[in-house]
């Protein structure tokens, strides 16, 4: 059975710094991986998709790299904000169906 | 603007009662899923349909809670008779199998069972 992970699980940080969130899953044998967005009392937003065969996607301030040996991804954000504060959970999806198994997220508060 | 409609967004209701969450997946998604998150579980997945069909239920409790899609363009969750534990945020989603592109999540029912 797919487990993902997340660490950790709420971070705090200063305006303009550059951060890094850390996902992890236990079978490599995944289709895609997710990362989403969400707000207090919102729904999840997608903000990057890796495919398996890729190592790094790109948007923006945000960079999710993968690398699907160790089981590992991270969430690269540049120059954080405070309109960055939210959960940021990840998902993969073993099989091509999109079936998601997602981590527990992590909670980032950014200070001004 | 192509999006996943869920209704309804709150729900309070009384134990006992029954239940009915809608989902409408984007135009020409072919996958529905249902989840269900609360504080101490995160997000569950409880149902998944392919092509309209149920492929995987195993996350659901079967004696009180059902997943249909009566077409294309919708989905239903339904509990019945709805329990305290029930309470929870229920997010549908769609997409496409098979094409290694993103699902996307409605704004979720916010159910609370009193």
């Known amino acids: 059975k797919q487990e993902v992970t997340q660490i950790p699980a709420a971070l705090s940080v200063p305006e303009g710094e550059n951060l890094v969130l850390n996902c992890s899953f236990t079978?490599?044998?995944?289709?895609?991986l997710q990362w989403f967005r969400q707000d207090p009392g919102k729904g999840l937003t997608s903000l990057l998709l890796i495919q398996s065969s890729q190592r790094e996607q790109t948007s923006g301030r945000l960079n999710a790299s993968l690398d699907k040996s160790s089981g590992r991804s991270t969430l690269y954000i540049a120059a954080s904000q405070p309109g960055d504060s939210a959960t940021y959970l990840c998902a993969v999806t073993t099989g091509g169906g999109n079936k998601l198994t997602f981590g527990t997220g992590t909670q980032l508060k950014v200070e001004l | 603007d192509a999006r996943v409609t869920q209704t309804p967004r709150h729900k309070v209701t009384e134990m006992g009662q029954e239940v009915t969450m809608r989902c409408q997946p984007i135009l020409g998604h072919n996958t529905v899923f249902w989840y269900r998150q609360t504080m101490m579980q995160g997000l569950e997945l409880l149902a998944y349909f392919r092509n309209r069909a149920p492929l995987d239920d195993s996350g659901m409790p079967k004696d009180r809670f059902s997943a249909e899609m009566p077409d294309a363009t919708l989905a239903t969750l339904k509990i019945q008779p709805s329990e305290p534990r029930d309470s929870a945020v229920y997010f549908c989603a769609s997409g496409l199998a098979y094409t290694n592109t993103e699902a996307f999540f409605g704004q979720g029912t916010r159910l609370t069972v009193v």
């Open positions: 079978d490599s044998a995944i289709y895609n």
